[in-house]
Structures are given as structure tokens and as C-alpha cells.
């Protein structure tokens, strides 16, 4: 799981991986939040999510997609709109705005899956 450590909300902050060869990736899951627990939300509920990340896949050009998560507790969220098209050896997730956590101020992503094949 990933938590910003920055100050404020994590705006702005971004989680990037360096791919170790380019991919075709035909489909993102997200597990967005601190799933700490599955059996207790306070975690879940007490840490910021994400609402909306902006996604961006480079090769040999930038391609950028926006995600908008759906407020609630469900697991392997898609990003709606993300192309079985994107090549790219890297891959950054960048928060663009938050829904509030109830106690703590730092922003969770439990966790990223990225699906496809090596071009």
C-alpha cells in the first residue's frame, strides 16, 4: 500500500512505475484507499482516496487519461475510458482531488494491477 507523506491532502502527488520493457496495457485495477483491514473501514474511512487521478503512460509519446473513482468501499475499480491501446514503459498515477478521510490527512492507495503483454 502507498500513502503520500507530503503536507496537506497529496494533491499533486504521484506513485510512477518503470516498466521493464514497453506494454500493451489493455487493463487497469486500483484499489484505491488503505485496506489495512478488510474487516474494520476504519482505516478505510479514516485515510483520504482519491478521487480523481490523472493517469499517464509514456513511450515515445505522452498519452494521459483521466480517472474519477465512485465513492465506496468496492475492490478492482477499471479506469472507464482507458484504451486496450496504451503502449508505454511507464506509468504514473497522479492525484488530481481527494475524498476526505474522517481522522488522518494522507492519501492511500492499496493497490495497482496492471494488465497486458510485452510488445
Same mark, same amino acid.
Given at each position: 500500500?502507498?500513502?503520500?507523506?507530503?503536507?496537506?491532502?497529496?494533491?499533486? +502527488?504521484?506513485? *510512477?512505475?518503470?516498466? /521493464?520493457? !514497453? =506494454?500493451?496495457? $489493455?487493463?487497469?485495477?486500483?484499489?484505491?484507499?488503505?485496506?489495512?483491514?478488510?474487516?474494520?473501514?476504519?482505516?478505510?474511512?479514516?485515510?483520504?482516496?482519491?478521487?480523481?487521478?490523472?493517469?499517464?503512460?509514456? +513511450?515515445?509519446? *505522452?498519452?494521459?487519461? /483521466?480517472? !474519477? =473513482?465512485?465513492? $465506496?468501499?468496492?475492490?478492482?475499480?477499471?479506469?472507464?475510458?482507458?484504451?486496450?491501446?496504451?503502449?508505454?514503459?511507464?506509468?504514473?498515477?497522479?492525484?488530481?482531488?481527494?475524498?476526505?478521510?474522517?481522522?488522518?490527512?494522507?492519501?492511500?492507495?492499496?493497490?495497482?494491477?496492471? =494488465?497486458?503483454?510485452?510488445?
Amino acid at each position: 500500500s502507498w500513502q503520500e507523506g507530503a503536507d496537506g491532502s497529496g494533491i499533486g +502527488e504521484w506513485v *510512477e512505475y518503470d516498466l /521493464d520493457r !514497453t =506494454y500493451q496495457m $489493455g487493463e487497469i485495477h486500483l484499489w484505491l484507499g488503505n485496506w489495512n483491514d478488510s474487516q474494520d473501514t476504519d482505516y478505510f474511512y479514516g485515510n483520504n482516496r482519491p478521487m480523481d487521478l490523472r493517469i499517464t503512460v509514456w +513511450e515515445e509519446e *505522452e498519452m494521459t487519461f /483521466d480517472y !474519477t =473513482y465512485i465513492r $465506496g468501499r468496492e475492490s478492482g475499480n477499471r479506469p472507464e475510458g482507458f484504451p486496450g491501446y496504451a503502449r508505454g514503459s511507464r506509468i504514473r498515477f497522479t492525484i488530481e482531488s481527494v475524498y476526505a478521510g474522517d481522522t488522518w490527512d494522507d492519501t492511500c492507495i492499496a493497490e495497482i494491477s496492471i =494488465y497486458g503483454s510485452a510488445v
